[in-house]
């Protein structure tokens, strides 16, 4: 469910920016945290699992248990999958010409 509902924004987000993978993540998260109360079920098991704290002026996220943590990983791991897919059908449309270095 969480990871479906990321997918979605990361897509969304992706197509208009092509922003790495893991800097959407990051505003995905501290968009859902920072909201006043949580709207939806996806908001709220995000609030109850991951605590956004201040580590020298820089917005950063920890899991509050054990599920929290295994939460934060799957996303970025979700996240390191999406960028290797991405590159992968970046690499699939270049023809070998593409390699050829130009001599001067």
């Known amino acids: 469910m969480i990871l479906e509902a990321f997918s979605q924004t990361l897509r969304r987000e992706w197509e ?5 993978a893991t800097e959407i ?13 949580p709207i939806d079920n996806v908001s709220k098991v995000i609030h109850a699992e991951v605590a956004l704290i201040d580590v ?14 295994t939460l934060l990983k799957s996303l970025y791991l979700y996240c390191e999958s999406f960028e290797r897919w991405q590159f992968s059908r970046w ?14």
């Open 16 to 20: 208009q920016d092509e922003n790495p």
């Open 25 to 37: 993540l990051h505003g995905w998260l501290f968009n859902i945290l920072t909201e006043a109360s």
């Open 56 to 69: 020298s002026g820089n917005p950063s996220f920890i899991g509050r248990s054990k599920t929290g943590e």
């Open 91 to 104: 690499l699939h449309h270049l023809k070998p010409h593409h390699f050829d270095q130009i001599s001067t």
